[in-house]
């Protein structure tokens, strides 16, 4: 089935990674996506990134589920009336209800409805978007995207332009994941010129927020890992310091480093001895950003009296309180420029390979692992 760019009710055959069962396999199936409502658009995937997100997804939400939410594509038809048009090329963002008093004042990122359109597996309205071959909706509008998928349904407040010269899996990258790292440095940590920051783990955040450090003019960026290999990465994208806390307690380090404990820390790692430690690594008044999403059942044992000590600010955030009409053509920008080489944290793996990418991904073999859809497209 297909159908019209507008107005047409039907919906199209695509192909979907399906998750049936937490620990098995996604599969690759042919399913029905549903048509594009108003302000909505249809977008045929060219990449999608892997997140933790992902790997995390079997435990906040239902399945068989379609995961997927750091896709990059063209607009291949919208629902009436949108603010894209069709043959855009689109950098997908998060999902968020536009239309809460904190989106109406342009902080999607503290959206009323942040969860639900993240993990609630259908549109806001209720309504799916993906059902499969035997007509049974599947949980899916993942992010409000879902793009573990030849093409994937998105509101289009959620769609932010993007230049047909950058390569799609550089355009992937840049989503999730390192958009948050980077907002956490500008937007919440507000390094600037001969600042000190502290970054805990260099996964994909830790290693964006190097890069932004870097881009800031930080004086001094301390990174913590356990993987060598990691810390490698870190001092070749910018950290002046790195340490593994395999060898010793990092916040002595940290001391050993700056002689005060550091003002602005992003905690990165979701490991309850390193929250511990990058308390104690604070300096009084200092400001810690814990910028990932903890795993559903965590229990970290926290004693209010360090943080008290220290008049210290503690700040969750949701994808580093980046707004990304505004981040994504920035770090886009950084990119072509030479000065964020988010090129270097990428592994491509065709998306027929899913399963081996979500594996590398896990084991920490690969650092951005981006599904290419091109070559697998349902048509
Ligand atoms: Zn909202
Ligand atoms: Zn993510």
């Not at 019209?4 to 042919?30: D, H």
């Not at 920051?197 to 830790?206: D, K, P, S, T």
């Not at 979701?270 to 903890?294: C, D, K, Q, V, W």
Request: with cysteine; proline share 5%.
């Amino acid at each position: 089935m297909d159908y019209e760019a507008k107005g047409v009710t039907m919906g199209k055959s695509i192909e979907a990674a399906v998750l049936r069962q937490s620990g098995k396999p996604y599969v690759i199936e042919c399913v029905t996506l549903d048509a594009p409502q108003e302000h909505e658009a249809l977008v045929r995937i060219e990449a999608c990134g892997i997140c933790h997100m992902d790997i995390d997804g079997p435990s906040l939400c239902s399945l068989p589920a379609v995961f997927g939410h750091e896709g990059v594509g063209i607009v291949e038809a919208i629902g009436g009336k949108a603010n894209v048009n069709v043959g855009d090329r689109v950098i997908l963002g998060y999902g968020s209800c536009n239309r809460c008093p904190s989106c109406m004042q342009g902080h999607p990122f503290y959206c009323d409805k942040s969860w639900e359109v993240t993990f609630g597996g259908r549109r806001l309205d209720g309504s799916p978007t993906i059902w499969d071959s035997s007509d049974s909706p599947l949980h899916a509008a993942f992010f409000q995207q879902s793009s573990f998928a030849t093409h994937a349904i998105v509101p289009d407040h959620c769609l932010v332009a993007m230049p047909a010269d950058v390569p799609a899996e550089v355009g992937a990258s840049i989503t999730c994941g390192v958009m948050t790292g980077a907002g956490a440095i500008l937007n919440v940590l507000d390094v600037k010129a001969g600042d000190t920051v502290l970054i805990v783990g260099a996964g994909a955040v830790g290693l964006g927020a190097i890069m932004t450090a870097r881009k800031a003019g930080a004086g001094a960026i301390l990174v913590a890992d356990v993987r060598d290999g990691r810390l490698e990465m870190a001092r070749e994208l910018g950290a002046t310091a790195t340490f593994n806390p395999r060898m010793g307690a990092m916040h002595e380090w940290v001391m050993a480093q700056t002689s005060r404990g550091v003002g602005k820390l992003l905690e990165t790692s979701g490991n309850a001895a390193a929250f511990e430690s990058a308390i104690a690594s604070l300096r009084t008044g200092g400001h810690m950003a814990y910028a990932i999403l903890p795993s559903p059942m965590e229990e970290y044992a926290l004693k209010p009296m360090p943080l008290f000590e220290k008049a210290a600010r503690f700040e969750a955030l949701s994808f580093g309180n980046s707004v990304p009409h505004d981040l994504y053509p920035k770090m886009l920008e950084w990119w072509q420029a030479g000065e964020f080489p988010v090129d270097r944290l990428i592994s491509t793996f065709s998306f027929s390979d899913i399963n081996q990418a979500m594996e590398q991904t896990r084991t920490g073999d690969v650092i951005k692992a981006v599904l290419l859809m091109e070559a697998t497209d349902a048509q």
